[in-house]
């Protein structure tokens, strides 16, 4: 059976049987959803440069058990484990037996028991916003099959320990199709660092649907970071949807090197007046890998300021996209919006797509966006050269230069460091 | 023949005084451009070990592009001649191998790169021109040290070592910046792409200290420029006149206070008084 005949079987069993627990309301909408929107096709002007119909022709083995363990995990786990909470979602579904749970100011529970107990009006009331956003059937997909996802609750106050999430796809016997669900709530006054990534083991492929939604309340303070290396055999929509319900601030850093197919959305929603939210992005690409960042901020409340900085650095036959939205809402005067997006592309072949969109509807607002497609500066790389530098090391050092604003907002050490190795490694730079 | 005397005179001279005079760079009638536009034509210069040579000329007539040729900028192509440098073919050898034998450019437009700092891209540049020497590269206490005691040399505040290479940086900066930068390298052959060009007098008078106190009886120092004024501060021994794509004169220091009292225009005019004859 091909995969999308197996999900329009499954939902259909969804939708008449049901199952009782409190996201069946949200689900079934979903599903209805992805009924009539289907997989977005390059038709679809929000996927223009990026197709992912050749992921549902593959055949994905569904209901295989994981052979995951504790032991496997120590070989994925990121720097500064030791010092952080942990949440393991093994082919889409949440595991508690994997996940670590260090800070007194987190609780952790699956979303379906959340959607029950004293967090219930949480759920419903933030649960699948982000379809108001990312309207397209890939999105309505994960809604539709939300099942072993996690709930998350940062409680007032700084929590001590950033919070790890990990995505593990298991394809040792088979491709594998995940879609974890996570829904982040983030009190008053909390402090919270949130690391995602994902893994696949295995020498199949992998498909990974992955959506996040992160409220922020008052005087919350949040730093969402998602690092994306993993194997070329796997692809991923990965959705991250900020809702800033109070007067906040977020901080995010979008790190993307390696996979077939990525697309990201990150959706950063000013739904209170004096919000900041500063997004940054660094894709620094080879081979053949896709990466397409689609983002948007939305200022539906005044006096919102945001800041957003993506940059690519595109070798071989790879491709980047960046797709940078801004709107600004009738009464969302006194807005500060800014958009940059700069990209080196270092091969013939390799391409990027850029695109930002201003929406503009108040009329006392500062907005700006601006674009740069380019080679590496040749004049500067003499200059350097001519200091007794390699071509090589020349080419390292400018490269790393022009990624170095977005790494130095990379605020856990750990990762910090850890992305900057990567980020040395993929450049070739002699460590000195 | 008051030409050929000087010349037998010249030769028996350099017998008599110093067994030790190394030719450190011979220019052969050089001839180069750029996308099929002659610039040089046919340039013949020799610079000896612990010797500062001036290239003075008009905006136009080929300076910047012999200084840029020499260092190896691959946008101009050399279509005749040789540059011999310490014995070996200069043309030959990339822009890379070129600095860590020795050569040093100072550039006139020193460019910005924002992201990079002074004290990183000279810690790159050390320990790779060491590697090449196949010595060891220094660890951070022995760079640190080093790089204090060339700051306090030529004169430069930490604080804009630190700071993203040239970004933002005025002038001044930007030129004491490649003078550091000189010091740090330690060159044997320094050129100098008009150094003095955006500079007040006082950053004239600072720079060329640096410069004076960079030069040994061990290196060499060629210095491209416009004006005469840099030469209030650097003595140098010989002073040639460019004039499109030649050295049209030669000549001891006091050709550029002529140069400066009469203009170019004495140049042409003594050109076109040669061609005549």
Redesign the interface.
């Known amino acids: 059976m091909n995969t999308l005949s197996y999900f329009k079987d499954k939902l259909e069993h969804f939708r008449i049987t049901g199952n009782g627990d409190g996201l069946h309301a949200i689900r079934k909408n979903a599903i209805d959803a992805f009924t009539s929107l289907g997989v977005p096709t390059t038709r679809n002007e929000e996927w223009k440069y990026t197709r992912i119909g050749g992921i549902f022709n593959k055949d994905y083995q569904f209901d295989v058990r994981p052979v995951f363990t504790a032991k496997d995990l120590d070989d994925v786990r990121l720097p500064g484990h030791e010092q952080s909470n942990e949440l393991v979602f093994v082919n889409g579904v949440f595991s508690s037996e994997l996940s670590t749970i260090r800070s007194s100011g987190l609780a952790v529970l699956p979303l379906e028991q959340a959607a029950h107990n004293e967090y219930k009006d949480i759920v419903a009331k933030h649960l699948g916003h982000s379809s108001q956003y990312v309207n397209d059937g890939i999105n309505a997909l994960n809604t539709a099959f939300a099942h072993g996802g996690v709930f998350v609750e940062a409680k007032k106050g700084q929590v001590e320990h950033p919070l790890y999430i990990y995505h593990v796809a298991d394809a040792s016997d088979g491709n594998i199709f995940a879609q974890p669900r996570s829904l982040v709530y983030v009190n008053e006054n909390a402090r919270l660092q949130i690391v995602e990534t994902f893994v696949t083991i295995g020498s199949q492929e992998s498909f990974t649907n992955h959506v996040i939604e992160v409220v922020v309340e008052n005087d919350a303070h949040v730093e969402y970071y998602k690092i994306q290396g993993d194997s070329n055999r796997a692809s991923q929509v990965s959705t991250t949807h900020i809702r800033q319900v109070g007067k906040s601030y977020t901080h995010s850093v979008v790190i993307s090197l390696n996979g077939n197919i990525i697309r990201n959305n990150l959706n950063v929603i000013f739904d209170a007046d004096h919000c900041e939210s500063h997004l940054y992005g660094l894709y620094c690409l080879e081979n053949e890998t896709h990466v397409d960042n689609h983002t948007v901020v939305d200022n539906a409340k005044p006096s919102c300021f945001s800041n957003e900085l993506y940059k690519g650095v595109v070798g071989g036959d790879a491709t980047g996209v960046f797709n940078g939205k801004i709107f600004v809402r009738k009464n969302a005067q006194k807005t500060n919006a800014y958009q940059s997006n700069k990209n080196i592309l270092l091969s013939e072949t390799a391409s990027v797509n850029a695109k930002p969109q201003l929406e503009i509807f108040a009329d006392d607002v500062k907005c700006s966006h601006g674009c740069t497609v380019g080679s590496l ?1 040749e ?2 790389q ?10 090589q ?1 020349a080419r390292a ?2 490269l ?6 977005i790494l130095e907002n990379i605020k856990p050490e750990p990762i910090h460091k850890y992305v900057e190795q990567l980020i040395a490694a993929r450049l070739e730079i002699d460590t ?1 | 023949m008051p030409c050929h005397m000087t010349k037998i005179h010249t030769s028996y001279l350099i017998k008599q005084i110093n067994v030790n005079e190394i030719i450190m760079l011979k220019i052969k009638n050089l001839h180069a451009g750029i996308e099929g536009k002659k610039i040089l034509k046919g340039i013949d210069l020799e610079i000896k070990v612990g010797e500062v040579h001036v290239i003075m000329g008009p905006n136009g007539s080929g300076k910047s592009t012999l200084a840029s040729v020499l ?4 946008t101009y192509e050399v279509t005749e001649g040789s540059v011999e440098y310490l014995g070996k073919e200069l043309l030959e050898m ?3 191998d ?3 034998e020795g050569l ?2 100072a ?1 006139q437009y ?2 910005e ?4 700092s002074t004290t ?6 050390v ?3 060491r590697k ?1 020497r196949g010595e060891e ?1 220094l660890d951070a206490v022995a760079f640190l040290r080093m790089m204090k005691e060339k700051m306090a040399l030529v004169n430069i505040d930490q604080s804009l070592l630190s700071r ?1 290479l040239n970004e933002g940086f005025s002038g001044g900066e930007k030129k004491r910046n490649e003078i550091f ?1 000189m010091a740090m ?1 330690q060159p044997k052959l320094a050129i100098m792409d008009e150094t003095d060009s955006g500079l007040d007098i006082d950053a004239i008078r600072i720079v060329s200290d640096s410069i004076n106190k960079l030069h040994t009886k061990d290196n060499a120092v060629l210095l491209v420029t416009h004006y005469q004024r840099l030469l209030d501060y650097i003595i140098p021994d010989y002073v040639h006149v460019m004039y499109n794509g030649r050295i049209v004169k030669s000549g001891p220091k006091e050709l550029a206070l002529e140069l400066e009292e009469k203009g170019y225009d004495f140049i042409r005019h003594e050109i076109g008084v040669a061609e005549e004859a």
């Open positions: 500066d004049e500067a003499f200059y350097l050269v001519s200091r007794g530098l390699s071509k090391s050092l400018l790393q230069a022009f990624a170095i604003d000195l | 260092a190896g900028r691959e990339s822009p890379e070129r600095a860590r040093f450019l550039f020193p460019v790169i924002p992201g990079l990183n891209f000279m810690k790159t540049a320990n790779e021109i090449y590269p993203p930068q390298l």
